[in-house]
Every structure is written in structure tokens, then in C-alpha cells.
């Protein structure tokens, strides 16, 4: 493919695969906000609010602190710090890391190399500062709404739009207002044209074929479906880890490991097959939990590691890699569920058999790039791919998002009117 051609598809599908000279991986580079804006007809979400932390003032998530001057004092009077001994789970974890280094390495390089797609991601990222623009009020803290006595009586007010039946005139469209309650409510949008919700003073932008569930971890039963038939192909589960950096941030409440061993994972995977995706962190004691007690648990095979690597605008990482406890990189692992050998003999879909790197600019503290259409070939069970979200924070066309805040990215100041 030219280099033309390769942007030009690139600016149609946010997808761009690399190649590198290592054939034991794919590299892509993925752009967040162009595979984002394919959901929307009538809104876009704005660069600067989804790369927020490429504008702001704060230091990105794993680069290295900027050291305060007392603190650099005092070190300075202590001499330098001796390197401490790796515990023998830091060891493994070290191992992992070094296994996996050759393989970033080479992805990132692909990208270094890939000059004309750098200059292009540089310029639409950069190129497109906005103040954002937050409306009246704060936004809506959904968290705390939904553990409030009043929980069960806020309600949603949602303007869905379809074109007029009645006549010619084209462009026309009908509104119709309902009101639903916000909590513990399957609330599904149809209809052609994305909706619009109110609740408290601020709106909602809400994808056309969308649905969520706004519920505690304690509802999560409510999503099993009514009939099999109506499992998931895609499962994607991006769990909220106890973890020091959420904690000290308070972005969001975390869960204990056990907690995660009750998803009904096998009774929302579709009879014809699943593909789990589920976001880990990078320690050792939770890979060790996850490996060998929670994918046993959910029923999920052949799992495979993909890398999600954390770019800058200017295509750099946005932290050493070998710093230890900051790593510029996550990492998600992937089986299948309910797809035996004869499923997987005729199947419709590529099965998964080598680690791949993701690379994007990560946006706001946390939020994921979306993984559907780099995955859809790897989907087993009928097209299209009906696709859930555990612990959403955002919706999408066609996919349930379940958690307590999946419109926490839909609220209108992450949008403009196209
Ligand atoms: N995938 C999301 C994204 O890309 O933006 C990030 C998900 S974040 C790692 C975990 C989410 O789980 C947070 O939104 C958090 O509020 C939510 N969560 C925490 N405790 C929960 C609970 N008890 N029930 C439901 N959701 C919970």
C-alpha cells in the first residue's frame, strides 16, 4: 500500500497496522477519537478533551515523577539511593517484562520509523486545542448518586430522534421525550439517530443501538440475558483493581480480587462462542490470581497477552520502559469461552495465536482505547458481534456498557455539534 493510501484508510478506520521487522508480533496504532467518532451522526467527540492529559499541565501516567527540590536535597545528603533487591514476585515480574521487551521495542520502532503517520497524528492532535467547555454545574458524580437514598428516584429524561414516516420532506425528523429511572435500568436506544439525555442539568450524548445498565457490582445478574440467544460475543471486562494509584487519585472505588470470581461471565457468553478481552495491571500477584484462578473460573481458553503501549503526540513513549513500578505499557489478556476444537475447526472467525501491540495517546486517567474494530475478526458466533463492557465508563453503538457510571464520557462537554 502507499503511504497515501495506508493514511487515507487510516483517517477512514483510526486503524493502522504496522509493520514490523519482528514476525512474532502485529503492531497497530490505534486513534481513539477517529474509531469514537464513527458512532456519531450528528456529534464528535473533541481531540483536547479526550487527550486531556496531552494538554494539560499534569505528568501522564507512567512517566516518572518530577522529584520536588526538598526532596532532591535530602537525597542528596543521604547520597544516592542503593538499588533495592527485587522480592522473588518483583523477580517474575521482571521476567515478564524482559520477555515482553523485544516486542514493544520492535512495535515502537515501526512506529518511529512510520514518519509520515507521526507528522499526521502530531498535527490532529495538536492541532485541534479546544477549551473544554465543562456547561453549567459540575459534572454529575454517578458513584455517589447511585449509593444515595434518593438512587431510586432519579430518573433520566432521554429525546430519542427518527426521521418522519409521514410524508417526503427529507431531513425531517421526530422527537419523542421519555423518562426512565437512572439506576438499576437496562435503558436501550433505538432508533436511527443517537439520543440525547438530561439528568440534573447536564446532558448526555447516547450512540444509536446502544444500551447500559447503571448498577452496582451487587445488580450484575441483571445482565443476564432472558435467553441464551442473546449472550455476547465480545466480552470485555476492565475490572476496578485495588490499586496504590487509583487509591491515592481517587478516579473511582475498587473492589477486592475475590469479588471479580462472581461475573456471570459463562451466562453472558453467547452459546455459539466468546471472545474475553480483560485489562490487567502489571502486577505479578494479580497475573498470578487472574492466570490461574479467575479465567479457570469464567471458562475461558488459549489465552493470549496483547500490550497496550502509551504514546506521546510526537510518537514517543510517555515513560521509560524499564521503570519498574511505572511501565508505559498495560496489559490485556485474551481466550475464548465456549468454543471447542470442532467450533474452532470450521469456524468464521481467525483464532488468536501471538501477542500484538496496541499504541495509542492515552486519554483521561484509566480510559481504554476502543478495541472492537482491531478484534472483529478474532469474534467467534454470528456478525454483527453483539459485544458487552464490564465496568463501562462509555457507550457504544450495538454494545451494553454495565457499571456505575457508563455515561460518565457521554456527558455533552466531551462533544461538539458536527
Ligand atoms: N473501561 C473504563 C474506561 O475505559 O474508561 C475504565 C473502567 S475503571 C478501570 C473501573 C470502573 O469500575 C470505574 O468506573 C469504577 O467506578 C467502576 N466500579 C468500581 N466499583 C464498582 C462497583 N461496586 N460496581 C460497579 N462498578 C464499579
Given at each position: ?32 477519537v477517529?474509531?469514537l467518532?464513527?458512532?456519531y451522526?450528528?456529534f464528535r467527540i473533541v481531540p483536547s478533551a479526550y487527550y486531556s492529559r496531552?494538554f494539560g ?71 485541534n486545542e479546544h477549551t473544554l467547555d465543562a456547561g453549567s454545574g459540575s459534572e454529575n458524580n454517578f ?53 440525547e439525555g438530561e439528568f440534573r442539568n447536564r446532558r448526555y450524548i447516547l ?156 486519554g483521561a486517567?484509566?480510559r ?25 465508563r462509555e457507550l ?9 457510571e457508563?455515561l460518565h464520557f457521554q456527558d455533552t462537554m466531551y462533544f461538539s455539534e458536527?
Open positions: 500500500m502507499e503511504v497515501c493510501d495506508e493514511l487515507r484508510s487510516f483517517e477512514a478506520t483510526g486503524v493502522y497496522r504496522l509493520n514490523g521487522t519482528c514476525t512474532s508480533a502485529g503492531a497497530t496504532y490505534l486513534d481513539p477517529r474509531l467518532n464513527a458512532s451522526q450528528r496531552s499541565p499534569q505528568h501522564q501516567e507512567g512517566e516518572p515523577e518530577i522529584e520536588r527540590p526538598e526532596k532532591r536535597r535530602k537525597r542528596k545528603r543521604n547520597q544516592k539511593p542503593k538499588p533495592r533487591e527485587l522480592n522473588p514476585m518483583e523477580r517474575i515480574a521482571e521476567a515478564r517484562h524482559q520477555e515482553a521487551k523485544p516486542l514493544l521495542l520492535n512495535a515502537h520502532e515501526s512506529l518511529v520509523k512510520a514518519k509520515h503517520l507521526l507528522e499526521y497524528i502530531s498535527k490532529t492532535i495538536k492541532g458513584v455517589e448518586l447511585g449509593t444515595s437514598w434518593r438512587a431510586p428516584f432519579y430518573e433520566i429524561t432521554i429525546c430519542f430522534r427518527n426521521p418522519h414516516v409521514l410524508g417526503n420532506e427529507e431531513g425531517f425528523f421526530h422527537a419523542q421525550k421519555t423518562s426512565f429511572p437512572l439506576f438499576n435500568s437496562l435503558i436501550s436506544v433505538e432508533g436511527t439517530d443517537e439520543a450512540p444509536r443501538g446502544s444500551c447500559f445498565l447503571m448498577a452496582d457490582f451487587k445488580r450484575v445478574r441483571d445482565l443476564i440475558p432472558c435467553s441464551p440467544n442473546q449472550g455476547y460475543n465480545l466480552i470485555v471486562v476492565d475490572p476496578p483493581w485495588e490499586n496504590g494509584c487509583v487509591r491515592q487519585k481517587e478516579v473511582y472505588p475498587t473492589l477486592p480480587n475475590k469479588n471479580f470470581l462472581y461475573l456471570p461471565v459463562q451466562q453472558l457468553a453467547h452459546p455459539t462462542g466468546a471472545l474475553l478481552v480483560l485489562w490487567i495491571t502489571n502486577r505479578e500477584k494479580l497475573r498470578a490470581f487472574v492466570e490461574k484462578k479467575l479465567l479457570p473460573s469464567w471458562g475461558v481458553e488459549d489465552s493470549t497477552v496483547f500490550y497496550w503501549l502509551k504514546v506521546k503526540p510526537d510518537g514517543s513513549l510517555i515513560g521509560d520502559l524499564d521503570l519498574f513500578h511505572h511501565r508505559p505499557y498495560e496489559c490485556l489478556l485474551l481466550g475464548y469461552i465456549n468454543v471447542n476444537a470442532n467450533a474452532k475447526k470450521g469456524s468464521n472467525f481467525k483464532l488468536l495465536e501471538r501477542s500484538q501491540v496496541i499504541m495509542s495517546v492515552p486517567h484509566s481504554k482505547p476502543p478495541l472492537e474494530k482491531l478484534l472483529s475478526e478474532y469474534i467467534p458466533g454470528p456478525k454483527p458481534s453483539r459485544c458487552i463492557e464490564l465496568f463501562a457504544f453503538p450495538r454494545w451494553t456498557s454495565w457499571g456505575n457508563p458536527k
